[in-house]
């Protein structure tokens, strides 16, 4: 897979020179106050990059999104400080730069204040407050005076903001795009897909539903919505205690769950809606072949075992989307599926 890194300021680099690189994406939209430029993205792949600024010295942004598994850690559920790993399996980093809403659950809503999130989780980055960021930040050789050219602010203004400014500007960079689907499709090439995968392409958006949640629309396609649904994935884990759950909401009561139950209520947490349990953010499916395990707590290890579950419809249960029912395929769909998501990995 080839990641663009787009500076925004009139050149593109890569290894590999497409006539449109980022075909199939939309336009990306930069937020006025933070606007990208070449060292504001250089501090922050520095930043993304940097162990310090953990309790114990060894876990980094890229610990968890490692370029050389698009940006995901090929892990069930990620390895944080003292080995210690959490519930929500780790989606990747690449094309998050068009997402209106971050995180399984979407409680971020924006690059910047997703990035300050891992900092102070027990599991991830383990620290108590961002005080020893800040501190590494200004006692390093390097740092200050890259925050000097990038924000023009003295050593002793450094803040949190400024470093999730310049995370985010280098995330933003990490863009997908121009697959044998792009193309195809956008690009008119009906060579570039196998008769399968075409085959694949006609299930994805009639029988199998998938473009429902994985959209694609007339000029780019994120193969993904912004929404979130309940498809049974994890539900088991609170199946139990659910009733009772929802009766103590209704009578203004509390019920605790464990840690690992209370993150299966999904996009809940965020909204305290019932109709919002067990629902989760869309991901996306680009280069989906390369980021195994899959669905939000990494449960199902291939695209194989991921098209039988839906195909046998989810795991029912009160809230189960409408959108999941099941779709019969035969053995060759099934086939053609894959080969159609295989062609949404971007060049390597």
């Known amino acids: 897979m080839q990641i663009y890194i787009i500076l925004f300021v009139g050149m593109i680099f ?32 520095l930043l993304f990059n940097d162990k310090r600024f953990s309790g114990n010295g060894t876990v980094s942004c890229a610990s968890c999104h490692r370029k050389e598994l698009a940006f995901t850690d090929g892990l069930k559920t990620p390895r944080g400080i003292y080995n210690q790993t959490g519930f929500v399996n780790a989606p ?4 998050a730069a068009f997402y209106k809403t971050l995180f399984v659950d979407g409680r971020a809503k924006s690059l910047e204040d997703q990035a300050l999130g891992p900092f102070l989780n027990p599991v991830e980055h383990g620290l108590k407050d ?18 000097k050219q990038v924000f023009n602010i003295p050593v002793e203004e450094i803040s949190i903001d400024y470093v999730t ?19 195809y499709y956008f690009g ?27 959209e694609i629309s007339w000029d780019s396609a994120l193969f993904m919505d912004n929404r979130y649904y309940n498809l049974g994935v994890g539900f088991a884990k609170i199946k139990d205690q659910i009733d009772d759950f929802v009766s103590a909401l209704k009578q203004g ?96």
Not at 132 to 140: A, C, L, R, S, V
Not at 192 to 213: E, T, V
Not at 304 to 332: C, M, S, W
Request: glycine share 4%.
């Open 14 to 45: 890569s290894n590999i020179t497409y006539a449109n690189p980022t075909l199939g994406l939309p336009e990306l939209a930069i937020p006025k106050d933070n606007p990208q430029t070449a060292i504001k993205i250089e501090l922050g792949r």
């Open 130 to 147: 961002y005080t020893k960021i800040i501190n590494t930040i200004q006692e390093d050789a390097q740092y200050p005076k890259l925050f």
């Open 188 to 214: 008119r090439d009906h060579t570039k897909l196998s008769d399968s995968a075409a085959r694949g392409l006609r299930i994805f958006r009639r029988k199998g539903n998938c473009a429902n949640c994985h």
């Open 92 to 95: 990747t980093v690449v094309n």
């Open 253 to 348: 009561e509390t019920m605790e769950l464990s840690p690992e139950q209370k993150v299966q209520l999904g996009r809940f947490n965020v909204t305290h809606a019932i109709a919002d349990i067990g629902k989760f953010k869309t991901p996306t499916l680009r280069n989906i072949s390369l980021t195994a395990p899959y669905m939000h707590d990494g449960s199902i290890k291939t695209l194989t075992e991921v098209i039988e579950y839906y195909d046998k419809g989810g795991e029912p249960n009160r809230y189960l989307d409408a959108a999941i029912f099941p779709l019969h395929f035969t053995p060759q769909e099934k086939t053609d599926l894959l080969e159609f998501l295989k062609a949404l990995s971007s060049s390597n």
């Open 165 to 183: 400014k310049a995370i985010a500007s280098f995330e933003r960079t990490l863009i997908s795009a121009n697959s044998l689907f792009d193309q």
